[in-house]
């Protein structure tokens, strides 16, 4: 059938994007690295398992891993790279991934053009976590640390909405949207009442609010990368049943679709998703709301093809803006190029183009 | 298998909040029928369709299909058996017309699999049987109303299920593809589906539907043939309006007129006539309120059988012959107790009356159109049948101004 080739050749080619953004990323910054450098670098890095003789290591014969080639650069360069540049790319093309996706599924999920994925709370719930893990004079109970007391934070904000919102077996989409944003005002005035007694903390917690790839390490892009691709591939599974949702959910009973399992899949694995990115980067608003839009307006509305290319795209949009975020004179929170950049063309779209049509 | 009704409703009440939408309603449909849902809004038609699918739950009772209670299947079990087409679908985003009907194949389809050819074949073939396969590309957003029903009918086409659903199938379609939809509805019964149909437009439900179920205020009033269940005692029962019901001279079918409500107009009228004028006075006069008897009529005219169908009390004559003596006296008694007597259509029957004895000098008498002179000493109106009923209320309002001048009698 035609659909698959059309999501191909879009997905294809936002990966082509996702891929040059990146490359071009890493030789941007205070000290600019060539292309062919970056290339070396890279190139230096990619191994090959061969049987080992033994010889060198102690534990006798087994797989060694042997550098392929052995390029002449800088020190300095490949430092820059490998240990401050790269991480910090790939877990803005993650966060991005993530948080794109999200949007896009609460988006459909909520027939609302100005969901986003911190829509029930998501976010000022992992931001609660975050900054009374920042801020707070004591220890955490249980010893949680930053991103895990905000990843709790996240999921748990959201299963408590979805609680408030549901009665008799029922979560009436509008309850849950406006218990959401009464949740979200709630905590609002918990993290500011932490921001005022926070003392010599305020800085960091407030950069942290703001959104912001700053500390990104391998660490953090691993435990990102390991848990992002199967939520995706879940999501992406469920993308034909979010287009009958669309339709409305007795529409959607009448399909075939067990609408309220369904709801509370969609809701767990995209407060999870979202969580997990608040978790590592901090709050980065407007990336979940605008690209799906963006997104809708050039393929249309079904999520076979929305969910991948907003993910893509996504990805391709934060390694951009957190590109220019740290490529001035002194570096800025990401959060703020992004909600910067993206609010004027939101405003751009919405007189262009329906956007309030889904 | 063919003994067995596909659909059974067994003593459904269905409570939605406050509000008891459906009481103990019971109907065994049978394979291959086109059944009609008729009754006025909020009698529970669109209730009783939900309770079908599973969409609301009985608080008593059952509904079974093929044998099957419905309560304990699952969204995608009855998918398979149960299609509908919504009334008021939200399709305000832009996806193509082939996707809108691809959706019906969503209860075959696995999550992690893409459609098969089987369900490739499914969607070409109900595009090309409701005619949606030349804008099969064009988003649904674009299309007219006309199309998009048909649109959603391939949906349900698609969805290849014995059971088919229309919640108003032609409420917002104009008189052609009101037609069109509903011959292509009764293929799909004719290949055996058990079609539900809510249907406002009466005329349309007796002349499509095998069998109509009449609702009101959740009750089930009559369930039966269209002339069985279309009678004017029933539909006053369910709509609490006056209705002539009439058969159609070119489908054959009974055609309900509504009436206003009886206390639109006061007062009793005697037509006495014969031929199109007469009928046509007799109807206005009924739609305007007013009671009205007729005669002497020849027995198996148009004229009696309106009569009796507009609900007039009638005197009639056998249509060859001497009329029995009876006739001349219950007309009489007729003529005396109306307030006003109407002479319609170019006959010359009042000749065999003594009108003026009868009605008393100064008692007006409305004729219609050139109707031919009448006895000396009466008070003549003369009208046309568009004006009639507004001659009529003038002279009754000057015999209320003066009471005194009927009375002289």
Redesign the interface.
């Known amino acids: ?1 035609r659909p ?1 080739i059309r999501i191909l050749a879009w997905c294809g080619g936002l990966f082509v994007l996702l891929v040059i953004a990146m490359v071009l990323s890493v030789g941007i910054g205070p000290v600019r690295i060539h292309p062919l450098t970056i290339t070396k670098i890279l190139l230096n890095q990619v191994v090959v398992p061969v049987l080992g003789s033994g010889s060198r290591s102690a534990s006798g014969a087994g797989i060694e891993f042997v550098r392929l080639f052995a390029f002449d650069v800088p020190a300095a360069h490949e430092t820059i790279v490998l240990q401050i540049r790269l991480p910090r790319i790939l877990l803005g093309a993650l966060v991005g991934c993530s948080l794109a996706i999200a949007g896009a599924v609460m988006q459909g999920f909520f ?1 609302n053009p100005m969901a986003d994925p911190s829509i029930i709370g998501v976010s000022s719930g992992a931001a609660v976590g975050a900054v009374a893990a920042i801020t707070l004079p004591f220890a955490l109970p249980f010893g949680l640390e930053l991103q895990t007391a905000a990843f709790i934070g996240g999921v748990g904000t959201a299963f408590l909405v979805y609680l408030i919102a549901t009665e008799d077996g029922r979560t009436p989409v509008a309850t849950l949207l406006l218990a959401g944003i009464a949740v979200q005002t709630f905590l609002g005035a918990v993290i500011s009442f932490m921001l005022l007694r926070s003392g010599e903390t305020l800085e960091e917690a407030v950069y942290w609010l703001m959104g912001h790839l700053h500390y990104a390490s391998w660490n953090r892009v691993g435990w990102v990368a390991i848990t992002l691709p199967p939520l995706t591939v879940l999501l992406l ?2 993308s ?2 979010l ?2 949702l ?3 959910e ?2 959607a ?7 309220k399992r369904t709801k509370r899949i969609l809701l767990g694995l995209s407060s999870i998703v979202t969580s997990l990115a608040v978790a590592v980067s901090g709050v980065i608003g407007f990336v979940g709301l605008i690209v799906p839009h963006m997104m809708r307006l050039l393929v ?3 999520h076979r093809i929305l969910l991948p290319t907003s993910a893509l795209a996504g990805a391709a949009f934060l390694v951009a803006t957190d590109t220019l975020a740290r490529s001035g004179p002194g570096e800025v929170p990401v959060g703020i190029v992004t909600a910067a950049l993206g609010a004027p063309f939101f405003l751009f779209l919405l007189r262009r183009r329906r956007v309030y ?2 | 298998m063919s003994d067995q009704p596909v659909v059974e409703i067994d003593a459904v009440t269905v409570t939605l909040g406050d509000v008891t939408a459906l009481r103990t309603v019971s109907a065994d449909l049978e394979a291959g029928r086109l059944v009609g849902l008729i009754g006025p809004n909020g009698a529970g038609k669109t209730t009783l369709l ?1 309770t079908i ?3 609301v739950t009985p608080d008593a009772g059952s509904v079974r299909i093929e044998g099957e209670s419905i309560a304990g299947l ?3 079990a ?3 058996r ?3 087409v ?1 009334q008021d ?8 017309v082939r ?1 809108i009907v691809a ?2 194949r ?2 075959y ?1 696995n ?2 699999g ?2 098969d050819r089987a369900d ?1 074949d499914a969607v070409t073939a109900a595009m090309e049987r409701t005619d949606v396969s030349r804008f099969a590309d064009r ?1 649904i ?1 674009d299309v007219s109303g006309g199309e998009r029903q048909r649109v959603l009918l391939a949906r349900a086409i698609a ?1 290849d299920t014995p059971v088919l659903l229309l919640d108003e199938p032609t409420a917002s379609l104009d008189v052609n593809h009101r037609i069109r939809t509903f011959g292509l509805v009764r293929e799909l019964v004719a290949d055996g589906r058990t079609v539900v149909a809510a249907i406002h437009d009466l005329g349309l439900a007796a002349r499509f539907c095998d069998e109509l179920l009449l609702l009101s205020d959740g009750r089930q009033i009559a369930r039966g043939s269209p002339a069985d269940v279309l009678t004017p005692a029933r539909i006053e029962a369910a709509y609490g309006a006056t209705a002539v019901v009439t058969t159609n001279p070119v489908t054959g079918t009974p055609t309900v007129t509504a009436l206003p409500d009886r206390p639109a107009a006061d007062g009793r009228i005697h037509v006495l006539g014969l031929g199109r004028t007469a009928v046509g006075a007799m109807y206005r006069l009924r739609v305007a309120g007013y009671e009205v008897s007729v005669g002497p009529v020849p027995a198996g005219s148009t004229l009696a059988q309106s009569a009796s169908q507009f609900g007039c009390s009638v005197t009639t004559t056998p249509a060859f012959g001497t009329p029995p003596p009876g006739t001349l006296t219950s007309v009489e008694t007729a003529l005396k107790a109306a307030d006003l007597t109407v002479l319609a259509g170019n006959v010359d029957l009042a000749g065999s009356l003594d009108l003026p004895s009868l009605l008393g000098s100064d008692a007006p008498i409305v004729c219609v159109g050139d109707y031919p002179p009448i006895a000396e000493g009466v008070h003549r109106v003369d009208t046309t049948i568009d004006d009639l009923v507004a001659a009529v209320r003038s002279e009754q309002s000057e015999a209320d101004e003066h009471p005194g001048v009927r009375a002289s009698d």
């Open positions: 059938m698959p027939r599974a469920y034909r049943d287009n009958v669309l339709l409305g007795e529409e009973h009448n399909l075939g679709i067990e609408v249309g509305p079904d049509a889904l | 939900r699918t599973a969409a699952s969204s995608r009855v998918s398979r149960v299609a509908v919504p679908p939200t399709l305000s985003f832009a996806f193509d996707e959706m019906g969503t209860p389809t999550r992690f893409g459609g490739a988003p957003t969805q």
